[in-house]
């Protein structure tokens, strides 16, 4: 079936980034010109998505707005001939009419159960993942790509890309059993191995397509890692039954959830941006001394 759907856990707190997401949420702060959160919908609409699940908490209420109409801005804008590319940049936030949802996840106990609380949305067909503090910037979108891989294989494609070796302990990676190109088969993934254990240096970055049958998994699935359900334990269990290819996506990864990460990702979108990129190489000259 195709993947129409996609699932955008915006629920958690965003305490990496904290005070900065105390009243804003976090993916909504911006780079360069927009939210991280938009960068992450038009990755999946490059993609073909259609419809968008998001798992919000309280205090979110601000994404909801931000892909509605602005009726009032709009008409401000409108009625200014010099701010037609600026209504024009505006007007392509909104998600058609029908192509939003909104489910509250009211605990924070965990993506695998924020993935869950979507599952009545998704309904009995295959879904995309895509965590919305992680910009993949790539061309075609990184989602497109996995996609393809999926048409080509079907089951459910995780995204990974290749971390040194000496940070493997760090994340998530997968253990492959074979390889054509960019798509792996795998015979399994570990949480945060010892660098001595870790069966390859290809970590797991926020991008899954995934059959439905996950969400029998999670509905039963025990705490994990922190005391909270992960998604990570679910699709192990998946694995004994389903095909997982892992999918090495030609791009960049921007991990905006970390200050470090969310920095890089502002220096370098400004870098490539027609309005800042060439204020953004002398402002860096200016602060690098060079």
């Known amino acids: 079936m195709k993947v129409r759907k996609a ?9 990496r980034v904290l005070p900065a997401s105390k009243s804003i949420p976090k993916e909504l702060l911006t780079v360069v010109d927009q939210p991280v959160l938009q960068y992450v919908v038009d990755e999946a609409r490059a993609a073909g998505i259609e419809h968008f699940v998001f798992v919000t908490g309280r205090g979110k209420h601000a994404i909801e707005d931000y892909f509605d109409e602005a009726f009032e801005l ?29 489910t509250r996840q009211q605990s924070p106990l965990g993506l695998g159960h924020a993935v869950w609380c979507a599952k009545d949305i998704i309904g ?5 993942v895509l965590l919305p503090d992680v910009i ?57 191995p010892a ?14 397509i995934l059959q439905p049958e996950i969400f029998g998994l999670l509905e039963d699935q025990g705490k994990g890692a922190g005391g909270e359900i992960q998604l990570t334990d679910a699709m192990v269990r998946l694995m ?9 996506f030609d791009g960049e990864e921007f991990d905006c959830g ?18 800042t990129a060439e204020d953004a190489r002398a402002i860096l000259k200016k602060y690098s001394g060079g």
């Open 7 to 15: 699932v955008l856990p915006v629920a958690g707190h965003g305490t």
């Open 195 to 208: 660098r001595e254990d870790a069966p390859s240096n290809l970590k797991i970055t926020g991008r899954y």
């Open 258 to 275: 970390s200050k470090t990460g969310y920095f890089e990702a502002c220096v370098a979108h400004a870098l490539e941006h027609s309005e």
């Open 136 to 192: 993949l910037r790539a061309e075609p979108s990184a989602l497109a790509q996995m996609v393809s891989a999926y048409d080509e294989v079907g089951g459910n494609v995780i995204a990974v890309n290749p971390v040194p070796e000496e940070q493997v302990s760090s994340y998530g990676v997968i253990t492959p059993k074979s390889r054509d190109g960019r798509l792996i088969e795998m015979s399994g993934m570990v949480e945060k």
């Open 124 to 128: 009995d067909e295959p879904f995309a």
């Open 240 to 248: 004994e039954t389903q095909a997982f290819h892992a999918y090495e």
């Open 74 to 102: 709009e008409q401000t804008l409108a009625s200014k001939s010099s701010k037609a590319d600026i209504l024009k940049d505006l007007q392509r936030t909104k998600l058609p009419p029908g192509a939003a949802s909104f």
